[in-house]
């Protein structure tokens, strides 16, 4: 079914362009929100995502398949870039960019919870916290998660492991202390 | 455990996006602005293409031989394949290839007549092995990610794109049902011998359901390993949990020093208890059962180490075995490959266990004695390769290459005299 959508975005038809910005474009920036906490830089990288797609359809080339995995891999390789960039970010880990909305706290029961949480992120590897990112926050599959990180299933699941250990380990020392 | 899963579900939310169809709108018209050009190219390309193809029907007016879309040929008729054995498996051929590509999961119908594959966008795929012309059809329209195939009907169990649930599919009937709701994403299941659905969800609690108990719901293994385990299996006679855990924080990529536990389900209780003690173990992240569910099979490292490079910390294993457990006895063979980093490995159930093992561009296929702790290797293919399958009828060898699709294999009756 993708595939056919492909085909015909890789026409450019409007039907299957439209389809596909609605399909992914929610996603996309979601995630680019969740690593960069700013709006209007997760909207422009999304812009910028989708763009590439059209320069790749235009010019007969773009994913044949794994849609999904190819967009949230250009918007990784745009995030990357940027951070290289930044130089106020140049000693920054990827993650350490990681913030979430901060009036959100106030909407959640276990705000101050969920603020360790997000303090306890940055403590994660680069790949832990893509990892948790991608399958608790963008709710991905292993499979998904894998292609989008370009890793094998049992990688991420080895992240995952180690990532909710730490987790979870950090959260009982803050308790007891 | 609990809380962790709250707090990232109440994280999910993020304020929306005030210009998303202004970005919507500049997306569609480039695609637009260029689909002007693109028609020019179209039609330049095709009036080309068409004075071309006359210049050259001139000199070629043959018909083409009607072919069905998407079908493969097998290059040997499949009524001349034998049962493959240990001593004719070194005769084993390529039949066919079937442009899976990333394929995730497959399994044979329980005639050997269909070959059912996952691909990597997800399609599932009913591939019919009645004739040598092969071709294939959409089962379901949802992403797929895992079957199973019952052993006497003609129904898959499946996982879709919301794993948290698994359904049937009748073949037949075309009958489409979600069998049960599970309380994770992370699943294994199983048609055992009878037909029963069994399926093991590896979540915040561990629990087993099937159709057996369906009444009694979910049911919660006890003593279950309090750390994140990733490494379990499920047997494939549905009685059985492997599962394992990572003890030491010193633990790299794919390895742990952990222990390895072993959980009866075949009891209709309400919480299946572990089976002894746990074995302590340096385990690899990969542990399967053999296809008689007698043995569990895993890949261990030898070499764990760590290394930088820049300011990336790298973590690698130079050294690898595979070990048998043999549950009744308590009893591990290593196997004497001088395979070093295997990639992947799996079993097949083509004499006692025979185990297959990927390293270096090959494919290492092991008979093992358990009696004796005697290992014989069978045959050695030249290509790495992953989660082969013996068809039920003994004749078919499928397995998944290292691009990603499917090859079927068999002896045929020429090469086996």
Known sequence: MENRLLQRAKRLEKGALAEIFDTYYPRLYRYLYYQLEDITQAEDFASQVFQKLIQHFQQGHGPDRNLQAWLFQVARNLIIDNSRRNAYRHHQSLGENLVFPSDLEATVQQSLLAQRIQGLLVELSEHQREVIILRFLMEMSLAETADTLQMTVNAVKAHQSRALTTLREKLKEEIHS | ?417
């Open chain 2, 1 to 417: 455990m609990n809380d962790l899963m709250e707090i990232f579900e109440e994280l999910r939310d993020v304020p929306p996006s005030p210009r998303q169809q202004e970005i919507r709108a500049q997306f569609l018209q480039a695609g637009k602005q260029r689909q002007t050009s693109i028609t020019g190219y179209i039609i330049t390309g095709i009036a080309a293409s068409l004075v071309l193809a006359f210049a050259v029907g001139i000199f070629l007016q043959r018909p083409e031989k009607p072919t069905a879309q998407n079908s493969v040929e097998a290059s040997i008729p499949f009524d001349q394949l034998v049962e493959i054995t240990p001593d004719n498996l070194h005769q084993i051929k390529p039949l066919v290839m079937l442009e899976t590509g990333g394929t995730s999961s497959f399994e044979f119908s329980s005639d050997s007549l269909t070959l059912i594959t996952v691909e990597e966008n997800h399609t599932g795929s009913l591939w019919d092995l009645t004739t040598d012309s092969i071709q294939p059809a959409t089962w379901t329209t949802n992403p797929v990610y895992d079957v199973a195939a019952h052993p006497d009907e003609p129904i898959i169990a499946y996982l879709t794109d919301k794993p948290d649930s698994i359904f049937e599919y009748n073949r037949e009937t075309g009958e489409d049902q979600r069998k049960q709701v599970l309380p994770s994403n992370d699943n294994a299941f199983v048609y055992d011998e009878q037909g029963k659905l069994v399926v093991f969800s590896n979540g915040i609690h561990r629990v087993v359901w099937d159709d057996g108990t369906e009444s009694i719901g979910l049911r919660r293994l006890k003593d279950s390993f309090p750390g994140d385990s990733d490494y379990y299996a499920l047997s494939p006679d549905g009685q059985y949990i492997v599962q394992g855990e990572c003890l030491s924080l010193a633990y790299i990529v794919d390895t742990c020093m952990g222990r390895l536990g072993l959980w009866d389900i075949s009891a209709a209780n309400s919480s299946p208890v572990p089976l002894g003690d746990p074995l302590p173990s340096l385990i690899n992240n990969a542990v399967t059962f053999t296809p008689d569910s007698q043995f569990v099979v895993m890949k261990r490292c030898l070499s764990p180490r760590t290394v930088f490079s820049g300011e990336n910390l790298l973590e690698n294993c130079d050294q690898h075995d595979m070990v048998i457990w043999d549950l009744a006895e308590t009893m591990m063979t290593t196997l004497p490959s001088t395979c070093e980093q295997i990639t992947t490995f799996s079993t097949i159930a083509i004499d006692d266990i025979t185990v297959s093992l990927s390293c270096d561009e090959r494919t290492e296929l092991w008979n093992v004695d358990m009696r004796t702790g005697n290992s014989t290797l069978l045959h050695t293919l030249s290509l790495p390769a992953s989660d082969f399958s013996l068809s039920p009828d003994g004749r078919l060898i499928s397995f998944i290459n290292n691009h990603g699709s499917v090859e079927i294999w068999g002896v045929t009756t020429e090469t086996s005299r």
